[in-house]
């Protein structure tokens, strides 16, 4: 099976703080990948490197196939410009903690923004698919409705489109349910798990245990910038190895 994102040794500081400490992993194509682990245990951090919001420090990542942030010639590498970093970026969609919508914008507007700007998408087009995105997570009716007049959780429903739109190899979320009133959650993971079935590569940062659980192959435990165990849903989730993944779980569900 294709691997989708491939990280070798991936290392990523903030001065003096490591956030990455040496990352490897590989991820197939189709497959839902959860993190879960502390506050600044380094999930963020992770997704935001994938997705070339920052730079690796040290290590190789590779996504879609791809060296991410350099280009080879012969056997040299050459570091890539803005724009080339922004044609690779489009591999990836990636969903916020915060909705990030333009407020100026419609639920429709914002989600055709990015094909018919980045993508010369024509506008008829892509208005038919940004049409039948939001029918897809919930929100055929308001099509035509701004940010402020929509809950938290549609809003973040209009950011999960709003990313698809882009046509993206990997979905990447980041703690998306984090922001919400409980009562939304259910409707944005519903999303999620409608996704998660028709073969979407996913990789979630999240703290709904639950959600992992049901929807990952397989479940990340990070500490301190390291993975600290990794596996099933079943083995990480309800029969961990490590003591650091049993103290989070416990006070999690706790």
Not at 151 to 178: C, H, N, W, Y
Not at 189 to 207: E, K, N, P, W, Y
Request: net charge neutral.
């Amino acid at each position: 099976m294709m691997q989708i994102v491939k990280s070798v040794g991936v290392r990523k500081s903030f001065g003096a703080f490591e956030a990455l400490r040496g990352i490897d992993l590989e991820i197939d194509c189709g497959e839902v990948l959860c993190i879960v682990g502390p506050s600044g245990s380094g999930k963020s951090t992770f997704l935001r490197c994938i997705n070339q919001l920052e730079a690796i420090d040290a290590g190789a990542l590779w996504v879609n196939g791809e060296l991410v942030g350099y280009r080879r010639s012969g056997r040299k590498l050459f570091e890539l410009s803005e724009r080339e970093i922004a044609r690779q970026r489009l591999a990836t969609g990636m969903v916020f903690q915060r909705f990030n919508l333009f407020p100026h914008k419609t639920a429709l507007e914002n989600v055709i923004e990015g094909p018919v700007q980045v993508l010369r998408t024509e506008r008829r087009q892509a208005e038919a698919i940004a049409t039948e995105l939001l029918a897809r997570v919930g929100l055929a009716h308001k099509r035509g409705a701004y940010p402020i007049e929509l809950s938290g959780g549609q809003q973040q429903r209009v950011a999960i489109a709003r990313a698809l739109a882009m046509k993206p190899a990997l979905m990447l979320f980041d703690e998306p349910t984090s922001a919400l009133d409980p009562e939304l959650v259910g409707d944005v993971l519903s999303v999620m798990r409608d996704l998660a079935r028709t073969g979407m590569t996913m990789i979630v940062v999240t703290h709904e245990l639950g959600f992992a659980r049901e929807v990952a192959n397989r479940v990340l435990f990070m500490d301190h910038g390291l993975v600290v165990e990794a596996g099933s849903p079943e083995q990480v989730l309800g029969r961990p190895t490590q003591a650091r993944t049993r103290d989070f779980i416990s006070a999690v569900l706790s």
